[in-house]
């Protein structure tokens, strides 16, 4: 079975600087996708990035991006000029054919003005 | 373009009542799948579905069940609710072909409380 883990429950930054969220997951398939999702207190749940387990290119989108390690099973999201609508609880999700999401215990991010 | 959407957003049961939530997909999406998120936890996939048919299922007890409907809304039905019934319901629809895989977008929600 697939796992997911996300080994800091909580993390905190200044606005307009840069923090890095960790998951690392477990699985025996080659052909996957992993996903970050934000979750606000409306709780929401809402996509912020997808990467594809057969790119080596890493994903990117505006000021989010992540380091996709295949071998090492690792996939951490990196946040650029973090702002105040920033802070939530970030969860790091597997999904493979069949489309069942596995995900992470979360990370709550907290954004200090 | 609608997004997903669900109702109710909250939701108040007693032990041992039915109850049923439901989904509207996002336009031009085929699949519907269920989540249960606990308070403090990530979600958990109940089951899935795809034009109409149950299409993979997670490990809940037989009194969680589903439907699809031909517009590809979708319930979600709990019989004999339990206490470890409370937690946030999503729902969260995607274009599947069937066997692929393509991003999953979440509805706001049902928070469901039983006492």
């Known amino acids: 079975a697939q796992t997911v883990t996300q080994s800091q429950p909580e993390m905190s930054v200044q606005e307009a600087e840069t923090v890095t969220l960790s998951c690392t997951y477990d699985?025996?398939?080659?052909?996957?996708?992993l996903f970050w999702y934000k979750q606000p207190p409306s709780r929401q749940m809402i996509l912020v990035i997808r990467q594809e387990a057969y790119k080596q290119q890493n994903a990117t989108e505006n000021r989010f991006s992540v380091n996709f390690q295949k071998a090492a099973k690792s996939f951490s999201l990196k946040i650029s000029d973090s702002q105040l609508g920033d802070a939530a609880m970030y969860f790091c999700a597997y999904e493979t054919s069949g489309s069942r999401l596995t995900f992470g215990e979360g990370t709550q991010l907290t954004v200090n003005p | 373009e609608t997004g997903v959407t669900q109702s109710p957003t909250h939701l108040i049961k007693t032990r041992g009542q039915q109850v049923t939530l439901r989904c509207s997909s996002q336009s031009g999406h085929n699949t519907v799948s269920w989540y249960q998120q606990a308070l403090g936890q990530g979600p958990q996939f109940i089951f899935q579905?795809?034009?109409?048919?149950?299409?993979g299922r997670g490990n809940f007890p037989p009194r969680f069940s589903g439907l699809q409907f031909p517009n590809y809304s979708s319930e979600l039905n709990v019989n004999a609710l339990e206490l470890d019934d409370s937690a946030l319901y999503l729902c969260?629809?995607?274009?599947?072909?069937?066997?692929?895989?393509?991003?999953?977008?979440f509805g706001p929600g049902t928070r469901l409380t039983v006492l």
């Open positions: 579905y795809y034009r109409e048919e149950e299409n």
């Open positions: 969260a629809s995607s274009d599947d072909q069937g066997a692929g895989t393509d991003t999953q977008y």
């Open positions: 699985t025996s398939e080659s052909d996957y996708y």
